[in-house]
Structures are given as C-alpha cells and as structure tokens.
C-alpha cells in the first residue's frame, strides 16, 4: 500500500502532515510511506488504491474524509497553493484512482506523539 502525504515543507501551516512521516513510517513499517509535491504531478499507486495525507483548516482532530467534496472545503487553499482536490477528481474520472481515502490534518496539531506545535 502507499501513502502519499502532501504538504510544502517550507511553509509552517501548511507541513504539519510532512511532519508525521517519520511516526507513520515507524508505526506502519509495511507501507511505502512517501512525500509529494502535488505541484508537480500526483503519482496514484498502479492498483488505483490511495491514501492521501494533506493539512486541513476548520479540523481540530485527524479526520478520514469519505469525499472530495467534503475535503475540499476542508483543504487550505489560496493563490499560492496547488488545487490538489481538482486534481484527485480528474485523476478519479479518468480511472487512474479507484478507491480514494483522504486524511486530514490538522493545521495545529498537538498531539505529543506527533511533536508540539
């Protein structure tokens, strides 16, 4: 199984869930556990079964989303920041993904197992 986890790792708010790698690397070890920069491209595993890690504004928990729709009003989104949910649609319709879990992350996270913010 992969984990993409999303996240620009050079801006506070937005690298909470690159943050978490090492503990999802070190609870998982079975799973390919990897960054990715959605800006340049997404990379869905060949069976099309993915799950995705991203930070999220408006959670104060980490958060299964069991849609897009209901993870894009989540997700953080401005003029600096790549649409990653319109791409996870397109990548959807076109069958490249078939089962899709999102994870949400809080932006503040302050779990002790995850480091403190």
Not at 84 to 92: D, G, I, N, Y
Request: charged share 35%; glycine share 6%; with cysteine.
């Amino acid at each position: 199984m992969k984990v993409s986890v999303f996240g620009n790792k050079n801006l506070k708010e937005d690298r909470v869930a690159v943050e978490l790698i090492p503990w999802l690397k070190k609870k998982y070890p079975e799973v390919e556990v990897v960054w990715e920069d959605p800006v340049e491209g997404l990379k869905p595993p060949k069976d099309g079964n993915w799950v995705v890690v991203d930070a999220c504004q408006g959670i104060d928990k980490i958060t299964e989303f069991s849609s897009l729709e209901k993870f894009e009003v989540k997700r953080r989104v401005s003029v600096h920041d790549y649409e990653v949910a319109m791409e996870l649609k397109l990548l959807m319709k076109l069958g490249r993904i078939k089962k899709l879990k999102v994870i949400g992350v809080p932006m503040r996270i302050m779990k002790p197992e995850f480091g403190h913010r």
